[in-house]
């Protein structure tokens, strides 16, 4: 420990692998939903910038496309809880940034087009940058027990959030409604997988001290209702998301902004790297960086009028 390195357990090491599945699934849920998403759209003819309608989610419970997705995704949160449960939030939380390089893949293959070599370059570039933050990351972050005062400080976080982006959705959506749903997603999800870790967490400490609750104890159930609500909230983010750009924008935004939201909270907050050396700080910092650019290459490639991957 002096040296800044934490042993690697074999259940950490397992948790690397079941988020990496987790990312294969969340890759094919997305394209699936933004099937079902698209054709509700070619059906009903409604404006992305108000947002879904009612009779559009309903219609949307009746696509098979889209429930098919939507079952992918429900796999890939339990998966993602298990990698939780596993490994700390910094090691595993990045991981979902590989579904970005899967669901261009599949896009590719399913439009019967060629990566082209900026694509290829910047899915290296983020497959590197995340095998390099995740191999330090897993060698000096490590989960520790979430106090009370920890709780309370991401819980006002998530309602500073919240209340920021009711206020967008009212204003900005009319004049950015692709930026802003995917944005508003990300931050959403990356708070919903926080707030997992902290249950996880909590109830472990629960669970090891003999069943004893505490009075802080009662905000685990604040906090189970806060994932119900931003999971909920992300959601309909998400879906509105997919009828205004291509599904590799949308993922590509998530999963930049769902990790760095994830991973600045299990940094900053939960103290996942306190042991951490300096320059495993370094390493976070210039990886991530890696990771990001490559995304938003690929993004902005995929996104491109008549572009291919």
Request: net charge positive; glycine share 10%; with cysteine.
């Amino acid at each position: 420990m002096e040296s800044g390195f934490v042993t690697l357990s074999p259940l950490q090491a397992l948790g690397i692998p079941v988020a990496l599945v987790g990312s294969v699934f969340l890759a094919f849920g997305a394209e699936f939903q933004h099937r079902g998403v698209n054709k509700v759209d070619a059906a009903s003819h409604y404006s992305a910038k108000t947002g879904l309608g009612i009779g559009q989610l309903l219609a949307l419970a009746r696509r098979p496309s889209w429930l098919l997705g939507t079952l992918m995704l429900g796999i890939a949160i339990v998966l993602q809880l298990i990698s939780l449960f596993l490994a700390p939030l910094t090691v595993v939380q990045p991981l979902g940034a590989l579904a970005l390089v899967i669901t261009a893949v599949l896009n590719a293959r399913l439009t019967r087009t060629r990566l082209t070599r900026r694509a290829i370059r910047a899915i290296l570039l983020c497959v590197g940058g995340i095998a390099v933050f995740v191999g330090v990351a897993a060698v000096t972050t490590t989960s520790v027990p979430i106090q009370t005062e920890q709780l309370v400080i991401v819980l006002i976080i998530l309602a500073f959030v919240l209340a920021i982006l009711a206020v967008g959705f009212v204003f900005l959506r009319k004049r950015s409604p692709t930026v802003f749903y995917i944005l508003a997603g990300g931050v959403l999800f990356g708070f919903v997988a926080t707030l997992a870790k902290v249950v996880i967490a909590r109830v472990q400490t629960i669970v090891l001290h003999g069943f004893q609750l505490e009075p802080g104890d009662g905000l685990t159930i604040v906090a189970l209702v806060g994932i119900i609500v931003t999971a909920l909230a992300g959601t309909y983010l998400v879906q509105t998301a997919y009828s205004s750009g291509p599904p590799e924008l949308v993922v590509a935004g998530l999963t930049v902004i769902d990790p760095m939201v994830g991973v600045t909270i299990g940094i900053v907050v939960l103290g996942e790297a306190t042991a951490a050396p300096w320059w495993a700080g370094v390493v976070f910092v210039l990886a991530g960086a890696v990771a990001v650019f490559g995304v938003f290459q690929l993004s902005r490639r995929s996104s491109a009028p008549g572009g291919a991957v």
